[in-house]
């Protein structure tokens, strides 16, 4: 899956019925999963969230696994349902799923890199009740996003898939991750997704953990850079209104305080992972020495999402230290995101260097001027064998 | 390919048929207990007044239509109800979540 970004939702939803509502509520009912159907995926995007080591085919949830994982999802109240990968599309039981779904009452999305779709496969999906279409970019043009996502024509297959997607009348999303390397596409991608007729652009600045984090030499920005990109961006929300609805990450690395990760640890959402595992987010596993629960255990969802350590131990502001514990935005942002400051700080109990007021900030702040500045473009490409530097492919 | 804008903002007007089209679900949610949105990647909470006027967008109706009906149920100003409804679907439509039947009536 490309990077993601859980839609910030009212606090009144995790809200249980007959519950005192409240911003104070640390967790309920969680909104929408994101369901890790593979990690397979023909493309090998350098800056790919799923983990580092990806689970293999044979360890995958079968199609039974999966519904019956569905049924348990609408039964606690979940309300959407994100098909993500990896590829999802390479699950040959896709349209069953989204069926099955359907059938429970979870809205279905379908977040992709769309270069396996065919519009018959579409129009299946349509009719068994997917509601709307994610296709992912890696910049404007062949030549750059074929070169992003070590992947041949996909750019080409993508708009191809783009096209059918509205044909047969599903809603489409697009979704651009950024970084130093396709920035200055911004302005011809915005005109893409409105000539593909999108609703939706999401305008995604690379997260640095996993893939990512291994490749940062060769995608975080210049703060010049993200200057640029914060004007573009508002000069097109601006113009656009009405016909594109323009939603953007801010790279963290240079802003001020740190975004509001999964709208909170354990709070609205969670992930599945391609063999069951529960996580809190889909980088979770990158947290050296956390233990994770699955769902081919013999525990609940409900239980998993209640009681486990994995969600409980980060869960609301009770776990916080200083600069965070006294802090006024502490039930804004939940201190950033955990996975970040366990890859730059070595703990996930600590703030998230992404905010100014981490005693890293300033550290880490210079150190992603200097790799901006120092140019090293070489990409490693995500992939089951740890992956493959960019001159060795080539 | 074509990269010249082909949409263009729906402004909504008095006149206006609004519809929510297939992919945004109006519902109850026994479990919250509370009227909520579907729409792509998104859950949005309706008031109550929300979830009347919405429940009243079938494609059929004008806005103006929509307006006589609450504001002769809450026996309010016609023209602050107008107000609040087409600033309610105005944003709604802007996001793509509402869509407007253009027949001409019958
Ligand atoms: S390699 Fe690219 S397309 Fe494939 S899952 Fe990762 S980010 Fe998505
Ligand atoms: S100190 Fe903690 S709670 Fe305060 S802004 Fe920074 S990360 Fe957020």
């Known amino acids: 899956m490309t990077d993601q970004t859980p839609p910030v939702a009212d606090f009144q939803l995790v809200t249980r019925a007959g519950e005192e509502g409240g911003q104070r509520t640390t967790y309920g009912i969680p909104l929408a999963v994101l369901a890790e159907l593979t990690h397979r995926c023909p493309l090998q995007c350098p800056y790919c969230s799923n983990p580092l080591e990806m689970e293999v085919a044979s360890k995958e949830l079968t199609t039974a696994e999966w519904c019956s994982v569905m049924d348990e999802l609408a039964e606690i109240g979940v309300l959407q349902i994100h098909f993500s990968g990896g590829e999802p599309t390479v699950r040959k039981d896709l349209t069953e799923l989204v069926r099955h779904a359907t059938k429970v009452g979870l809205y279905s999305n379908l977040i992709t890199s769309a270069v396996m779709l065919t519009k018959a496969r579409l129009q299946d999906l349509a009719d068994a009740g997917l509601s709307h279409v994610q296709i992912s970019v890696q910049g404007a043009e062949d030549g750059l996003a074929d070169r992003v996502g070590g992947f041949k024509n996909g750019h080409a297959k993508k708009l191809e898939a783009a096209r059918w997607t509205r044909e047969v009348g599903l809603p489409l999303t697009i979704n651009a991750v950024m970084h130093r390397q396709n920035l200055h596409q911004l302005p011809q991608i915005i005109d893409l997704a409105v000539a593909l007729d999108a609703d939706r652009l999401e305008v995604a600045n690379v997260q640095y953990y996993g893939w990512a984090l291994k490749n940062r030499e060769a995608l975080i920005p210049s703060f010049a850079q993200v200057e640029e990109t914060n004007r573009i961006v508002a000069e097109a929300q601006d113009r656009l209104a009405g016909v594109l609805d323009i939603d953007y990450v801010v790279p963290d690395y240079y802003a001020q305080r740190p975004k509001q990760c999964m709208g909170g640890w354990g709070r609205q959402f969670f992930n599945i992972s391609p063999a069951g595992k529960v996580l809190p987010c889909h980088a979770a596993e990158s947290i050296t020495g956390m233990e994770f629960d699955s769902v081919r255990g013999n525990k609940s969802i409900r239980w998993i999402w209640d009681n486990s350590e994995a969600f409980n131990t980060y869960r609301g502001t009770g776990w916080m230290p200083e600069p965070c514990e006294s802090c006024e935005f502490k039930e804004i942002d939940f201190g950033g995101c955990r996975c970040q400051a366990h890859a730059l700080t070595g703990s996930a109990g600590n703030t998230d260097p992404a905010c100014a007021k981490s005693p890293l900030h300033a550290e880490i702040f210079a150190r992603a001027a200097t790799e901006a500045a120092e140019g090293q473009d070489r990409f490693i490409y995500r992939n089951f064998s740890g992956g493959t530097a960019e001159d060795e492919v080539s | ?106």
């Open chain 2, 1 to 106: 390919m074509d990269q010249t804008a082909r949409k263009a903002r729906p402004i909504l007007e008095a006149a206006s048929r609004p519809i929510l089209p297939r992919h945004v679900k109006l519902r109850f949610d026994k479990t919250r207990d509370r009227w909520i949105i579907l729409a792509p990647e998104r859950v949005l909470v309706p008031d109550d007044i929300s979830v009347e006027v919405l429940q009243l967008c079938d494609g059929v109706r004008r806005i103006s239509d929509i307006v006589a009906v609450l504001a002769e149920k809450y026996a309010a100003d016609p023209d602050l109800i107008q107000t609040d409804c087409l600033a309610l679907l105005q944003d709604l439509a802007d996001k793509a979540f509402l869509l407007t039947v253009t027949e001409p009536s019958p």
